[in-house]
């Protein structure tokens, strides 16, 4: 996934030792998603991982360190997937829509990331509400955009953006975590919640 | 706050054993807010609601029934206070406003509600979803009803209602949880966001 993992991380100085770092990281979004925080542990991750439990130290100084340096990865990767999703070329809904449809496929193959993030709410609160206000600062500026180019309301600021941002969760949530047979695919979903924001739900 | 918890602890026959029940929910309340599940402990809670140790077992099976309890009762208590805030004559959208309104000023007055229902996504998984899952349902059918108005788009479903639970849950974390000096107060998150909902973002 991303790579902003600096504040949380020891910086590895070859890119063999960035990789051993990435397959930690990985291992570490699956061993905190199955067993959670308290159940985790760093001889678990190195074990997925195949790195001997030595080396984990290199890289990482304890588990919370490694728990602190994926919840910032995960917020990492969801800019990342959704960035990858958008070009310049979009109009300010466009972008947003193709954001949410990014957001819920991503979601969709990363389901742990729901549960680390929450968790993180109790683990590393810190880390918690700087992933929500890091995202929420991200849409108020492609609003203030949108508003700049004339395409979208010029008024719409924070109250705006995290209602959007919530908006986001609340459907990966449903469609990506809590999916069932016969829902909306990632495409419709978006279309539908773009249209809400399009034009409102005034008849 | 609600009183719909008869399926996690028992119902009491006595005006009085209601009373008692009352008083170990609050300190419940107060007990998992501040030091969360796995630190609380029913003689703390027995404490905090001045109620004898062995009377908790009157009441509730475990920490675990209280728990659950409780998330089914501040389901209903959110429930009962979008419901009083809402009356008949109101238009589908001031409706939506006012159950926003109503909710980021109880969500001001009980900040431990956010703590307690995340941390059931670890506790107690099916009352997580159940909670948001009947919230999801409600406004569904409040936006299926103002269709049939005529005041609300006819085709609104359980895409819209689920963006709309996330705007509302998302603009509760950060202008009742983490509120900060030069907020806009809650009448005027709640008429920004009806505004979203009414004519969407679009110039």
Do not use: C
């Not at 790579?3 to 770092?21: F, H, L």
């Not at 683990?123 to 991200?138: K, L, N, Q, W």
């Not at 979208?152 to 969760?169: C, I, S, T, Y």
């Amino acid at each position: 996934m991303g790579s902003d993992t600096s504040e949380a991380s020891k910086v590895p100085r070859t890119e063999r030792g960035r990789r051993t770092q990435r397959k930690l990281l990985d291992a570490a979004a699956i061993e905190f998603g199955d067993r959670g925080f308290h159940d985790a542990s760093i001889s678990s991750i190195t074990r997925r991982a195949g790195v001997a439990l030595g080396s984990f130290y290199t890289y990482f100084d304890s588990k919370d360190a490694i728990f602190r340096a994926l919840v910032l990865d995960m917020s990492e990767a969801v800019k990342v997937a959704a960035r990858d999703a958008i070009d310049d070329t979009m109009s300010p809904l466009t972008i947003e829509r193709a954001a949410l449809e990014s957001f819920l496929r991503f979601a969709g193959e990363h389901k742990e990331i729901y549960r680390i993030i929450d968790e993180a709410e109790f683990v590393d609160p810190e880390s918690y509400r700087a992933h929500y206000e890091t995202i929420g600062e991200r849409i108020a500026l492609r609003l203030e955009e949108g508003g700049k180019a004339g395409e979208l309301r010029a008024n719409l600021g924070e109250v705006e953006a995290w209602a959007l941002m919530g908006m986001n969760v609340f459907l990966g949530l449903r469609y990506a975590i809590w999916s069932r047979e016969g829902d909306p695919a990632a495409d419709e979903v978006a279309r539908i919640a773009n249209s809400l924001l399009a034009k409102g739900i005034r008849a």
